[in-house]
């Protein structure tokens, strides 16, 4: 399995940006896909997972409203559009995937995930 995360950039406090996850190597369609992200000196966080065969969709309750997760089975991608960006998005986003069985309580724990991309900066300016 090869998840291969893109788009992330310089942007202003307020701005919008998209992360792509360009997954192959198997079948995903009984996987959850998820976002994590990491800032300086802080621990990895879920931000949002889908399932990748009926699009229900999970957040981090703090990100609710501003972050969007989808993906597009014909493409292989999932995507994250994140919205009115703060400083305090800055951080390394990950995506991830996760083989069943799965436990939506569990969807949200990093353990979960068996397969990690490389991470894409994000980096919001004031």
């Known amino acids: 399995v090869q998840l291969q995360a893109s788009g992330g950039g310089l942007v202003q406090a307020g701005d919008s940006l998209r992360l792509s996850c360009a997954a192959s190597?198997?079948?995903?369609?009984?996987?959850?896909m998820g976002w994590f992200r990491q800032a300086p000196g802080k621990e990895r966080e879920f931000v949002a997972a889908?399932?990748?065969?009926?699009?229900?969709?999970y957040y981090a309750d703090s990100l609710k409203g501003r972050f969007t997760i989808s993906r597009d089975n014909t493409k292989n991608t999932m995507y994250l559009q994140m919205n009115s960006l703060k400083r305090e998005d800055t951080a390394l986003y990950y995506c991830?995937?996760?083989?069943?069985?799965?436990?939506?309580?569990?969807?949200?724990?990093?353990?979960?995930?068996?397969?990690w991309g490389q991470g894409t900066l994000v980096t919001v300016s004031s």
């Open positions: 991830a995937a996760d083989p069943p069985p799965h436990q939506i309580k569990l969807i949200p724990s990093t353990e979960k995930y068996d397969y």
């Open positions: 190597g198997r079948t995903f369609s009984m996987y959850v």
């Open positions: 889908i399932r990748w065969s009926s699009g229900s969709t």
